[in-house]
């Protein structure tokens, strides 16, 4: 059972246009969501992040948006820049004993093109 | 600032044999730590967490376990490899249940052959 889904397994645009990634949740128990940017044969990186209670968080080229009526988030990179080709994750949270345990979607593999 | 450790960074080992990944981590006390696996072509799927030493939770049944001898070291092991057990092994750190952020080290290929 995917609690996490990111549909588009990969995505290409061109360099300085807006990168849009969407992700899809089904467990309304997640109270906050994470996108995480991994290059190959290296460990993700957390890029940005939202708690349930807003709509919108923004930080430098990157904004994430979450729609909580339609479990769905979205992740814009604007304008988009070759050092941006990666595979990028969202990610949701839940409360375990003591600690926070991710629910990772499949991946979408962004490339930008000069 | 924090520094998350693994190794090694691959390895091949034969179905059967055992198993020893570590993780550590630098520049912080008390981490939460996290064991994930990626499997080829999914996401990270959680295999144990740690909130101190000695205290382990697993979350996916599974030929594999885990330790946490000291506060800042998270090993991984198994008595017997299967094929199964292939994949990418990512230990991730945070400072606790109130921060959602983790964050990973750079992960151990490991291909059971």
């Known amino acids: 059972d995917q609690q996490v889904k990111q549909n588009s397994p990969s995505l290409s645009v061109q360099e300085g246009r807006i990168s849009i990634l969407n992700c899809d949740y089904t467990?309304?128990?997640?109270?906050?969501f994470l996108w995480y940017k991994k290059y190959p044969a290296e460990g993700p990186t957390f890029l940005i992040s939202i708690s349930s209670i807003k709509d919108k968080n923004e930080d430098g080229r990157f904004t994430v948006f979450l729609n909580k009526s339609a479990k769905h988030l979205s992740l814009h990179i604007v304008p988009s820049q070759p050092g941006d080709s990666a595979v990028y994750f969202c990610?949701?949270?839940?409360?375990?004993?003591?600690?926070?345990?991710?629910?990772f979607g499949q991946g979408t593999r962004l490339t930008i093109n000069p | 600032s924090q520094t998350i450790h693994q190794w090694p960074a691959t390895l091949v080992q034969p179905v059967g044999s055992p198993l020893s990944l570590e993780c550590t981590v630098e520049?912080?006390?008390?981490?939460?730590l996290y064991w994930y696996r990626q499997a080829a072509g999914r996401g990270l799927q959680l295999l144990f967490y740690?909130?101190?030493?000695?205290?382990i939770s697993s979350e996916v049944p599974q030929n594999l376990s885990a330790s946490r001898p000291q506060d800042r070291q998270f090993i991984l092991s198994s008595k017997k490899l299967l094929l199964s057990d292939s994949g990418f092994y990512l230990c991730a750190w945070s400072r606790d249940r109130r921060i959602y952020e983790q964050y990973f080290g750079p992960g151990t290929r490991l291909t059971v052959t």
């Open positions: 990610a949701a949270s839940e409360g375990l004993q003591g600690a926070q345990k991710l629910v």
């Open positions: 467990n309304s128990m997640f109270d906050y």
């Open positions: 520049g912080t006390s008390n981490p939460n």
């Open positions: 740690s909130v101190g030493i000695g205290q």
